[in-house]
Structure formats: structure tokens, C-alpha cells
């Protein structure tokens, strides 16, 4: 059997070697129609470029950041973007460039991951 995604579901993460005091991210899912948007703003003629792979994150963690505890003393800020014919509040570019690009490349792969079939779902 394979299960829906669950939408508007925020799921709490901590990156793999954040254990001592470590920051709490909240990701959001993002649907399938979301998700193929996001892939397809980012490719050029049917092919991701090298330079959009980086570019599709970004836009992952953008989309897919709910909210974060513990970072410091900044504050993620949000603004609001038409996205698919509707308004999305999203993070904002000036929060996005004061995150570590290794942060953002594991965080996009929790937010691209939670609309994936289970290791479980694939066998059936």
C-alpha cells in the first residue's frame, strides 16, 4: 500500500552531526504538483544544469522552510510570492544566504524526500 503525502504536515529535523545544542529546522512537505514546478523553473530544455542543481535547493529550503529554533540569534524571515496562481509564504533571500550551503544541501534533501515512496512502499 502506498500512502498519500501528508500536506501541510511540518516535520521536525536535525542535521545528521548537529548533537550538541543543536538547531531544530520545521520543514513543510511540498505536493507533487509543487514539486515538479520547482524542478521544471529549474531546468534548461528537459536537463537540470550543474549551476540549477544549487538553484533547486535553494528553491527547496525557500519553499519547504517552515520554521527554525535555536540558529543563533537570527530570526528566519518570510515574504509572500505568487507561486502556481496563488499567494506562498516563503523564506526570504536574506535569510537563505545566511544559511551554510552544506545546511542548505541537506535540508533540501529532507524537503525533496518527503514526497518519495518509502523504502516499504517500493517493495509492494
Do not use: C
Request: hydrophobic letters at 40%; zero cysteines; glycine letters at 4%.
Amino acid at each position: 500500500m502506498i500512502d498519500p503525502i501528508a500536506l501541510g504536515q511540518t516535520k521536525e529535523y536535525t542535521l545528521k552531526k548537529d548533537t550538541v545544542n543543536p538547531t531544530i529546522w520545521m520543514i513543510n512537505s511540498l505536493d507533487s504538483v509543487e514539486q515538479s514546478e520547482l524542478l521544471m523553473a529549474n531546468s534548461a530544455e528537459g536537463e537540470v544544469e550543474k549551476a540549477g542543481i544549487a538553484s533547486m535547493n535553494f528553491q527547496a529550503v525557500k519553499y519547504g522552510l517552515h520554521s527554525v529554533r535555536n540558529f543563533g540569534s537570527h530570526e528566519l524571515v518570510k515574504e509572500t510570492v505568487r507561486f502556481m496562481d496563488k499567494d506562498r509564504e516563503v523564506v526570504a533571500d536574506e535569510s537563505l544566504l545566511v544559511i551554510p550551503i552544506t545546511v542548505i544541501t541537506e535540508l533540501a534533501s529532507v524537503v525533496w524526500g518527503m514526497n518519495h515512496l518509502t523504502e516499504a512502499e517500493t517493495k509492494n
